[in-house]
């Protein structure tokens, strides 16, 4: 199953539209998570409308409207995989260190109260396999405590908007940041 995989879009904030290479990114995809700073419920309308099935989940980015339309978090069963799916501005809250903090704990990901071990923490005995997230615009594919952990960056102009993508079969799970 081909996944693709879409965050911190912030429309119309920081542009009226998507990229346009996203088209071309999703063209081939099976399923779409949008993992929230969606800002706008047309934007999830349009994902479904053009390209395919849309799951998503709210940031705090995201208007009154679209939290009232999605979950904070949710687990999405794609074959006989388990996502789980959130937005982890939750993070800094528990943290509450802001933002800078956040980034100091993310370039450390063995240390203890990492965002890795929150993600992680936030879907236990749950079985999820991957544990796609934003809030952060850093696009990053890892491991950790045998979950892959995915953020596809900020599909936005001010940073080097990206995408993802994510491979799932039966015997192997696999992601990919595009950049647009």
């Known amino acids: 199953m081909r996944i693709g995989v879409v965050g911190d879009t912030h429309i119309p904030e920081q542009s009226l539209v998507l990229p346009a290479r996203v088209a071309e990114v999703f063209q081939s995809v099976d399923v779409i998570l949008h993992v929230g700073d969606i800002c706008e419920l047309n934007v999830l309308e349009e994902l479904q409308e053009t390209y395919t099935l849309t799951f998503a989940v709210w940031g705090e980015g995201d208007t009154r409207e679209v939290r009232r339309y999605l979950d904070e978090k949710r687990v ?105």
């Open 76 to 180: 999405v069963q794609l074959g006989d995989r388990r996502v789980g799916m959130l937005h982890s501005h939750q993070y800094v809250e528990v943290a509450n260190k802001g933002w800078r903090g956040l980034r100091h704990l993310f370039s450390r990901p063995r240390s203890s109260g990492s965002l890795h071990d929150f993600l992680v923490g936030q879907f236990a005995g749950e079985g999820v396999d991957v544990i796609v997230f934003g809030h952060t615009h850093e696009p990053k594919v890892w491991t950790h405590k045998g979950v892959l952990l995915f953020n596809p960056g900020a599909a936005v102009p001010g940073h080097r908007p990206s995408v993802g993508i994510l491979e799932i079969e039966s015997d192997r799970i696999a992601g990919e940041i595009v950049y647009l």
